[in-house]
């Protein structure tokens, strides 16, 4: 395997776990927090899948849908990068404990 696709795998986990972390019973989140770290969860898994896939070459693509795939992609970390950020300046991220 080659380290790109390493790194599709440690995204592929980091967004599991990132899924699962405001599920802890011993802090509280916001709903919003909750609903955030959920679409950070989904859509990291499906980039880091696609992006897997994608490099595996598990699909041929012609050109034009190269190109969509590629675009979609890099809407996708974008939307995965603004989620986080706006975790991270909200101070949402660790919660507050009971």
């Known amino acids: ?11 592929i986990i980091g967004s ?3 899924g699962c ?17 959920g679409i950070i969860s989904i859509l990291g898994i499906c980039i880091g899948v696609i992006q ?3 490099e595996l070459r598990w699909f041929a693509l012609a050109a034009d849908n190269s190109r969509i795939l590629h675009d979609f992609l890099s809407f ?4 995965l990068l603004g989620c986080l950020i706006t975790l991270a ?3 949402q991220w660790t919660g507050l404990k009971k």
Do not use: E, Y
Not at 1 to 11: L, P, R
């Open 76 to 79: 996708g970390r974008g939307l």
């Open 21 to 37: 972390h405001p599920l802890d019973r011993k802090r509280v989140f916001a709903q919003w927090v909750k609903i955030t770290s």
């Open 52 to 54: 897997l896939a994608d």
């Open 89 to 91: 300046i909200s101070g």
């Open 16 to 18: 599991i776990i990132l």
């Open 1 to 11: 395997m080659t380290s790109s696709a390493i790194i599709n795998c440690i995204i």
